[in-house]
């Protein structure tokens, strides 16, 4: 398989309802978790590009463009941004759909970095 197509069957998407338990005072969803779903597509999508053992090694940036409020549905979408020796960057974009409604609109994006580990906790090689 080549490296395209491995980013393009590696490519993540989960859709989650926003219930008031995981809002604030602002009935919008708590940075905190989009933060955390994030992360966790952006491990999903890295794992099933190198099928390794991936950790997270940093949050490069998050830019919040919109508010996702309570009663709205979200899809996170986790593609594979960049490839280096042990390590690999995912982008995760968050979008937000009205749940009665077409609308639909690109609420939060950012990038995650991870590296490949061995059973020693080494870093190794992505591309085996």
């Known amino acids: 398989m080549t490296i395209e197509e491995r980013i393009k069957a590696s490519e993540t998407r989960i859709f989650k309802a926003v219930f008031p338990n995981t809002t604030n ?3 919008t969803l708590f940075g905190g978790t989009a933060m955390h779903m994030m992360d966790e597509v952006a491990f999903i ?3 099933r590009f190198s099928r390794q053992i991936m950790v997270t090694v940093s949050s490069d940036r998050i830019d919040f463009k919109q508010p ?5 549905i979200v899809e ?3 593609v594979v941004s ?3 020796n042990t ?3 995912v982008k995760v974009d968050i979008y937000v759909e009205q749940m009665y409604s077409q ?5 939060v994006t950012g990038e ?5 580990i061995d059973e020693h906790k080494k870093p190794t090689s992505i591309l085996k």
């Open 87 to 89: 390590s690999l960057k």
């Open 45 to 47: 999508t890295a794992t």
């Open 68 to 72: 996702i409020p309570a009663g709205t």
């Open 103 to 107: 609308l639909r609109e690109k609420a």
């Open 112 to 116: 995650f970095s991870f590296v490949a």
């Open 25 to 27: 005072h602002y009935d």
């Open 82 to 84: 960049h490839i280096g």
């Open 76 to 78: 996170l979408i986790g």
